[in-house]
């Protein structure tokens, strides 16, 4: 199924995005009182202020991030396809019979073989780790 990128790395982005979203959490608790001032939406956006993607975080202010983005940087374009439909799998757009059809979906979009939309993901981790247990790529521990 996986052929041009490992299971393990897909399993460390997704700690790397946890981590992120946990670098996030402390960005933002520090964040409870500040004024915002007169926001305008971006065409599309619900939220102007767009504080429910990771893109609110310098690379200076989560390492977990910075290292996200690296390690999708070094990714071949053909990995970062494979990644992208793990996380459409994971995110429901497919299930885990359909991998063609994922794979085939990845290579679509426009910046498919790019990394900074899925870099900017706040549910990556839960994608990526929903994506391979439902494609079976995740062991079994002992017992079950």
């Known amino acids: 199924m996986l052929k041009q990128i490992s299971v393990d790395t897909v399993k460390q982005a997704a700690d790397l995005a946890y981590e992120a979203v946990a ?7 520090g964040m409870r009182n500040i004024d915002l001032g007169e926001q305008t939406s971006e065409r ?25 983005n690296r390690m999708l940087e070094d990714l071949t374009p053909e990995q970062r396809m494979e990644l992208r439909a793990v996380m459409f799998v ?30 900017e993901r706040i549910d990556l981790h839960r994608d990526l780790m929903k994506g391979l247990y439902d494609l079976d790529l995740l062991k079994k521990k002992d017992g079950q």
């Open 23 to 29: 670098d996030r959490q402390r960005f933002l608790a």
């Open 44 to 68: 599309g956006s619900r939220n102007p202020t767009d504080l429910d993607a990771l893109s609110i975080l310098s690379s200076d202010a989560s390492g977990a991030l910075s290292q996200l």
């Open 90 to 119: 994971g995110r429901g757009d497919f299930a885990g019979n359909q991998w063609d059809r994922a794979l085939d979906e990845a290579g679509r979009a426009p910046d498919a073989t790019h990394y900074t939309d899925i870099a």
